[in-house]
């Protein structure tokens, strides 16, 4: 029992010391100050890889604009074609197609 009240006591006067509170508050913020610097490192890194992610993806659209533009020119002349221009214009989005509506058809209600 006398070995418990002894326990109680130190562990209250450290409580109420103020070197208790002063380790504390100290170790609080060196655990706050190493987390902000693996934080920082972590954010350092992710800007890194997104420097290369841009990069690599500008050299990416550059390579299929190139390859689109080589496309169109092979399909330019018609002896050498495997494609027609006017098909890959339309698969690519840059031949306006106008949809004809014939009168045996559906459409749905639309006229």
């Given at each position: 029992?006398?070995?418990?009240?002894?326990?109680?006591?130190?562990?209250?006067?450290?409580?109420?010391?103020n070197?208790?509170?002063?380790?504390?508050?100290?170790?609080?913020?060196?655990?706050?100050?190493?987390?902000?610097?693996?934080?920082?490192?972590?954010?350092?890194?992710?800007?890194?890889?997104?420097?290369?992610l841009?990069?690599?993806?500008?050299?990416?659209?550059?390579?299929i604009?190139?390859?689109?533009?080589?496309?169109?020119?092979?399909?330019?002349?018609?002896?050498?074609?495997?494609?027609?221009?006017?098909?890959?214009?339309?698969?690519?989005?840059?031949?306006?197609?106008?949809?004809?509506?014939?009168?045996?058809?559906?459409?749905?209600g639309?006229?």
């Open positions: 029992m006398e070995l418990a009240a002894r326990a109680i006591n130190i562990v209250t006067r450290l409580i109420n010391s070197t208790f509170v002063n380790i504390c508050l100290v170790g609080s913020f060196v655990a706050l100050g190493v987390r902000s610097v693996n934080q920082q490192k972590l954010i350092e890194a992710l800007e890194a890889e997104k420097e290369s841009v990069n690599s993806n500008k050299t990416m659209k550059k390579t604009w190139d390859w689109k533009h080589q496309l169109f020119a092979e399909a330019a002349s018609p002896e050498s074609a495997i494609v027609p221009l006017s098909t890959l214009k339309a698969i690519y989005g840059e031949a306006v197609t106008v949809p004809t509506i014939d009168g045996n058809e559906d459409y749905g639309l006229q």
